[in-house]
């Protein structure tokens, strides 16, 4: 599974979270997968992981390589 970095704005730490993908709606970033299933791609769901407040992030999660 893909992994993300967080980096947060306050105490300077960064948070590696494995996801599939990310929204960002510029004031919410979450993070989810896509959960495991034999049913139809066109009816897969989001399952969330984590939800970050905006404001609290350096910027976008970004992809750890």
Do not use: C
């Not at 970095?5 to 979450?30: H, I, K, N, P, Y």
């Not at 495991?36 to 970004?62: H, W």
């Amino acid at each position: 599974m893909p992994r993300f970095r967080l980096d947060f704005l306050d105490d300077e730490t960064s948070l590696d979270v494995e996801a599939d993908d990310f929204d960002d709606d510029g004031q919410q970033v979450t993070l989810y997968r896509y959960p495991e299933s034999g049913s139809d791609p066109l009816d897969t769901e989001k399952e969330v992981i984590a939800s970050f407040d905006r404001s609290s992030l350096v910027g976008p999660p970004r992809p750890v390589i």
